[in-house]
């Protein structure tokens, strides 16, 4: 049987993004992100339809890996993306509407 060991989530994230290559573009994408302020939208031109669905997934994964809620749509030879207001938990709201 396999052990397991725990770890934390900053340790876990570096390991995968340990391949040299994927982290460079997955930092890149990353960029991407950081850079928008606030009720701002980046657009990315693309080649040909499979480097949009590669830009679309590399924004997506990025997003993920930053925790950044953001809506990401492709259209013709452009990829556009923004990101989206975030959405309180439930017990964050909860918290909000008894103090």
Known sequence: MQKMRKISID???????SGKREASVLQRFE???T?????????LKV????????VRA???RSAKSLEIRGEIRKRGNEVLFWKEPTI????????VRTS
């Open 11 to 17: 340790e876990a994230r570096e390991i995968a993004r």
């Open 31 to 33: 960029k991407y992100w």
């Open 35 to 43: 850079a928008l302020a606030e009720g701002e939208a980046g657009k």
């Open 47 to 54: 080649k040909d339809s499979r480097e949009g669905f590669r």
């Open 58 to 60: 590399n924004l997506k």
């Open 88 to 95: 309180p938990s439930k017990s964050a709201r909860a918290k």
